[in-house]
């Protein structure tokens, strides 16, 4: 089992920068996947950003080139850096642990663009 607690959100403007942080309460180093999802009110969620154990990342299109995902092996935390950001990044974001199945969310933080 991995509990995430999710926190850095907030209120930017555009153009702005956020530091999402995501502490796990095991290693994230041996952590098959582990990714930031975002749910805009009205909205499906999706799939931001997912680095693997390997250290293979992806982005989803609309978030390349702006925002960044990194872990730190030493502080059990996985990061999303985002910058230059848009009201449309306006979400929850949730992080997810699969260290293989099942699954695990974090509870969500806030992040809100204003224009």
């Known amino acids: 089992q991995v509990q995430l607690v999710e926190s850095g959100g907030g209120l930017v403007q555009a153009g702005g920068s956020l530091r999402l942080s995501c502490a796990a309460s095991?290693?994230?180093?041996?952590?098959?996947?582990m990714g930031w999802y975002r749910q805009a009110p009205g909205k499906q969620r999706e799939l931001v950003a997912v680095?693997?154990?390997?250290?293979?990342?992806n982005y989803a299109d609309s978030v390349k080139g702006r925002f960044t995902i990194s872990r730190d092996n030493a502080k059990n935390t996985v990061y999303l850096q985002m910058n230059s950001l848009k009201p449309e990044d306006t979400a929850v974001y949730y992080c997810?642990?699969?260290?293989?199945?099942?699954?695990?969310w974090g509870q969500g933080t806030n992040v809100t663009v204003s224009s």
């Open positions: 095991r290693s994230v180093f041996s952590i098959e996947f």
């Open positions: 997810y642990a699969e260290p293989p199945s099942p699954g695990y």
């Open positions: 680095i693997l154990s390997g250290g293979s990342i």
